[in-house]
């Protein structure tokens, strides 16, 4: 049995596959402050309540785009569940073509839901991934990840607005009554979710110009679901693209 670790800016998500099938799937919090020996417990925990044990693994695979992070996750891996991780960095085998400028600059996950969707859903194809930032990337015809867009995620955003407007207040990302908002709470939640809404559908506009009218469009991340339901830009919701492509990866060197 796989485990797959995505350790993102904001939540660490992990996943058990069975050959091609997934098992169970869990979303934690991003813990700068946690040290290997509460990350290998926590693994262990997780494990141990989905009715496995660390002997039940034959390989952990893992991308991040938290470098202080991934050193004490690999040595609670290492420690507590008994395997070195394939971690997704330069010379393991992707199945992605990478045009990039430089090819270092981009992060592991981005490469990883790139091989993903080039896997499940075809390309050319652009992935829209809401997570600590909002991000577009575009794979071309031939599925080679040619780069994307880069804009501060939602919850950024709204925490900005809280932090820089004395009277803003902090708010829920969810939907409003409307897209005119009759008082503060509303009026901020219109323009965060209708905003991003607006966002998504210009960029995937000119994604499309440029990669083709067959583009498909994945949505990942968090709040990917919630911005869905305001478009039908969004062909595909897949919340866990990033575990899926780990998986795949990790076929592809072993």
Known sequence: MLLAIDIGNTNLTLGLYSGDQP???W???TDHERMPDEYGLQ???LLAHAGFSPQDLSGICMASVVPPITTNVIQACRQYLGHDPLVV???VKTGVRIRYEDPRAVGADRIVDAAAVRHFYGVPACVVDFGTATTFDAINAAGEYLGGAIAPGVHIAAEALFLRAAKLPRVDIRKPPSAIGRNTVHAMQSGL????VG???GMVARFRKELGEDMKVIGTGGLAAAIAQETDVIQHIA???TL???RLIWEMNH
């Open 23 to 25: 098992g169970p799937r």
């Open 27 to 29: 979303r934690l919090s």
């Open 43 to 45: 693994f262990v925990g």
């Open 89 to 91: 960095d330069a010379g």
């Open 193 to 196: 979710l209708f905003g991003y």
């Open 199 to 201: 966002l998504v559908e």
């Open 239 to 241: 919340p866990w693209l």
């Open 244 to 246: 899926d492509g780990l």
